[in-house]
Nanobody, 115 residues
Framework: QVQLAESGGGLVQAGGSLRLSCSASGIFFSVTTMKWYRQAPGKQRDWVAT???????NYADSVRGRFTISRDNAKNTVYLQMNSLEREDTAVYYC?????????WGQGTQVTVSS
C-alpha cells in the first residue's frame, strides 16, 4: 500500500524560507519519479516540480530559481526547499507519484506566506 506523508509547512513572512518533506512507503522509492504540486484556495492544483530517478529536476516557471526539489533514497523522502517566498506561494502543497497506472497523493501541508 502506497502512502505519502508531507510535513514542514507553516506560516512564514514574505522573503522567508521553508523546507517541505514527503516520506513515502509501499514503493520502490529509488526508481520512482516524485513530484510536488500545490493548490491555492479556489484554484486548481498546479504542478510545481519533478525529480526523476537519476536526480534530474524540472520546475514550473513561477518557482524556478527559488525552489529546489531533492531526494534522499536512503530515507525514502523527497524535499522541496522554498526560498524567497511570496504571498502567491500560499497554498496546500502535495507530493505525488505515479505507479502501475495509479496516481498517489499525500494529505498535503499548508504553506502560508504573509506580507
Amino acid at each position: 500500500q502506497v502512502q505519502l506523508a508531507e510535513s514542514g509547512g507553516g506560516l512564514v513572512q514574505a522573503g522567508g524560507s521553508l523546507r517541505l518533506s514527503c516520506s513515502a512507503s509501499g514503493i520502490f522509492f529509488s526508481v520512482t519519479t516524485m513530484k510536488w504540486y500545490r493548490q491555492a484556495p479556489g484554484k486548481q492544483r498546479d504542478w510545481v516540480a519533478t525529480i526523476d530517478i537519476l536526480g534530474g529536476t524540472n520546475y514550473a516557471d513561477s518557482v524556478r530559481g527559488r525552489f529546489t526539489i531533492s531526494r534522499d533514497n536512503a530515507k525514502n523522502t523527497v524535499y522541496l526547499q522554498m526560498n524567497s517566498l511570496e504571498r502567491e506561494d500560499t497554498a496546500v502543497y502535495y507530493c505525488n507519484l505515479d505507479s502501475r497506472g495509479s496516481s498517489y497523493w499525500g494529505q498535503g501541508t499548508q504553506v502560508t506566506v504573509s506580507s
